[in-house]
């Protein structure tokens, strides 16, 4: 398993999850999950969103910290969150953990696009 921190309540994933008028964000920076509007044990339950935000941890990782933040945000500028090629390597990465899921429920528990240009994903409510 990959060295990771998950931090609740976080300040940062709070003020992405009120710009992109969520209910839940995780947003990763570096080596540690933000979250806002989830619990620790509700994130990690969910073994697709922990592979995917795992996927952004190990971007950052190969990057390095700020090179990854501006590559991010020029790729985000360039076509887009759902285009962006760190989402989606990620989404692919919490795919091959849903393989098992009927087609309702992965519809269910599909991250949505998020309207900021940083790694952070939110979850609909199912
Ligand atoms: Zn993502």
């Known amino acids: 398993m990959m060295d990771f921190k ?48 795992l996927c952004h941890i190990r971007q950052f990782r190969e990057h390095g910290f700020f090179r990854f933040l501006w590559l991010y945000l020029v790729e985000s500028m360039r076509v887009g969150y759902y285009n962006n090629k760190y989402e989606v390597e990620a989404r692919k990465e919490g795919m091959k953990h849903r393989r098992h899921l009927n087609p309702s429920h992965k519809a ?19």
Not at 110 to 125: C, E, F, M, Q, T
Request: charged share 30%; net charge positive.
């Open 6 to 53: 998950v931090v609740e309540r976080s300040p940062f994933a709070r003020i992405a999850r009120m710009v992109l008028k969520s209910k839940n964000v995780a947003m990763v920076l570096g080596k540690t999950v933000h979250l806002s509007g989830v619990s620790r044990e509700t994130f990690l339950k969910d073994e697709g969103w922990v592979a995917h935000e």
């Open 108 to 126: 269910a528990r599909a991250i949505d696009p998020s309207g900021v240009p940083l790694p952070a994903d939110s979850k609909r409510k199912h």
